[in-house]
């Protein structure tokens, strides 16, 4: 099933489905490739064998850092929850900010639907401020209008060089 959605192969899912292969099983993953894949037929297949919190994982599929966030439409479409967060604790709203690719209203649908755009990580770095490292004017705009703040995400620091004691220990 899940070389089937990465090879977006509509007709081999409904094959399996109807061979009784359990569509539940291809998960959020499975749901993420389709989604890469492009194919919104095998992502009409496998979304219904797949509960809320799988939908809304695959969402994280879709955005940095495993991809560039522009795919993430089809999966708001099936009303995943907007609220989800990785492993490391990051909302799906601050993996979208990450990006300059990701069109301003769907940052906008993922506020109205509840994501917290004043929301951080660990660290401090705020949505705008990764938007803002990413270049993505239209972006900040749409988070500052929902009362996000401007804390610039951090740089990292950068050595100060200094001589060596020899060319041998250059």
């Known amino acids: 099933v899940l070389e089937a959605a990465f090879a977006g192969e509509a007709a081999t899912i409904r094959l399996l489905?109807?061979?009784?292969?359990?569509?539940?099983?291809?998960?959020?993953?499975?749901?993420?490739?389709?989604?890469?894949?492009?194919?919104?037929?095998?992502?009409?297949?496998?979304?219904?064998?797949?509960?809320?919190?799988?939908?809304?994982m695959a969402a994280l599929v879709v955005v940095p850092p495993d991809d560039d966030g522009?795919?993430?439409?089809?999966?708001?479409?099936?009303?995943?929850?907007?609220?989800?967060?990785d492993d490391e604790g990051r909302s799906l709203l601050l993996r979208?900010?990450?990006?300059?690719?990701?069109?301003?209203?769907?940052?906008?649908?993922?506020?109205?639907?509840?994501?917290?755009?004043?929301?951080?990580?660990?660290?401090g770095p705020t949505a705008v401020g990764l938007a803002r490292l990413r270049g993505n004017a239209a972006v900040i705009d749409v988070l500052k209008k929902a009362g996000a703040a401007d804390n610039p995400a951090a740089s990292p620091?950068?050595?100060?060089?200094?001589?060596?004691?020899?060319?041998?220990?250059?």
């Open 17 to 56: 489905r109807d061979d009784g292969a359990d569509l539940k099983g291809a998960g959020a993953f499975g749901l993420g490739l389709a989604v890469h894949a492009q194919c919104a037929e095998c992502a009409d297949l496998l979304a219904p064998a797949l509960d809320a919190k799988a939908l809304s």
């Open 70 to 85: 522009r795919l993430l439409r089809p999966l708001l479409a099936r009303r995943g929850d907007v609220t989800v967060k």
């Open 96 to 123: 979208a900010a990450a990006t300059d690719l990701l069109p301003a209203d769907i940052m906008k649908t993922l506020i109205d639907r509840g994501a917290d755009a004043r929301a951080t990580l660990p660290g």
């Open 157 to 170: 620091a950068i050595p100060k060089p200094s001589p060596a004691a020899s060319a041998r220990a250059a």
